[in-house]
């Protein structure tokens, strides 16, 4: 089993940053991610990192305002998002895997309860 707690999220206007943590704890697998999550919308992909490699993917939507990260001591994956937009307001969750695509949902075994960004125009 691995539970994931995540932290972080809040109200911030847009232009602004914030930062996701997300602390496993359990079994190790080889990776995680973060998804999120708007009213009305399907679960989307956002950013995902192997775990020993630290290999990293991400979604267009995000590239290059969106840093996924991990510390392998504290068993921690970090999401900072810089440049934030009204239209990255959803859930975000944090998911671990063991294999599959790093994109895709169903690749995800274990899932956090997610955290709410609203990001304000």
């Known amino acids: 089993q691995v539970q994931l707690v995540e932290s972080g999220g809040g109200l911030v206007q847009a232009g602004g940053s914030l930062r996701l943590s997300c602390g496993a704890s359990g079994r190790t697998l080889n990776g995680m991610g973060w998804f999120r999550q708007a009213p009305g919308k399907e679960r989307e992909f956002v950013a995902a990192?192997?775990?020993?490699?630290?290999?990293?993917f991400y979604a267009d939507s995000v590239k290059g305002r969106f840093t996924i990260s991990r510390d392998r001591a504290k068993s921690t994956v970090y999401l900072q998002m810089n440049s934030l937009k009204p239209e990255d307001t959803a859930v975000y969750y944090c998911?671990?895997?063991?294999?599959?695509?790093?994109?895709?949902?169903?690749?995800?075994?274990?899932w956090g309860q997610g955290t709410q960004v609203t990001v304000s125009s």
């Open positions: 998911a671990a895997r063991s294999t599959g695509n790093p994109s895709a949902v169903p690749a995800y075994d274990y």
């Open positions: 990192i192997a775990w020993i490699t630290e290999s990293t």
